[in-house]
C-alpha cells in the first residue's frame, strides 16, 4: 500500500468533506480517506497497482474541487 497527500482547494464544510472522501473511496483500491478541513489535506491510503495520483486528482476535480498537487 502506498500513500499520498493531496492538497484540495474549495473544503470548507462537513459536505465538502463527505463529498472528497466518498469520491476517493469509491475508487477500486483506495482503502483510507482522512481529510483535514482546516489545512485542506486528503491522506489517501491506496494499491498503486489499481489507482494512481491522475484517477484520484479527477475524482476530486469532477466533486468541484481544485487538487493543487
Do not use: I, P, W
Not at 33 to 49: F, H, I, P
Amino acid at each position: 500500500m502506498a500513500e499520498r497527500t493531496l492538497e484540495v482547494k474549495g473544503m470548507s464544510c462537513g459536505h465538502c468533506k463527505m463529498a472528497v472522501s466518498g469520491a476517493l473511496n469509491d475508487l477500486d483500491g483506495v482503502s483510507e480517506v482522512n481529510v483535514d478541513l482546516a489545512s485542506g489535506k486528503v491522506d489517501v491510503t491506496y494499491d498503486e497497482a489499481k489507482v494512481d495520483f491522475a484517477q484520484m486528482k479527477d475524482a476530486v476535480e469532477d466533486q468541484g474541487y481544485d487538487v493543487v498537487k
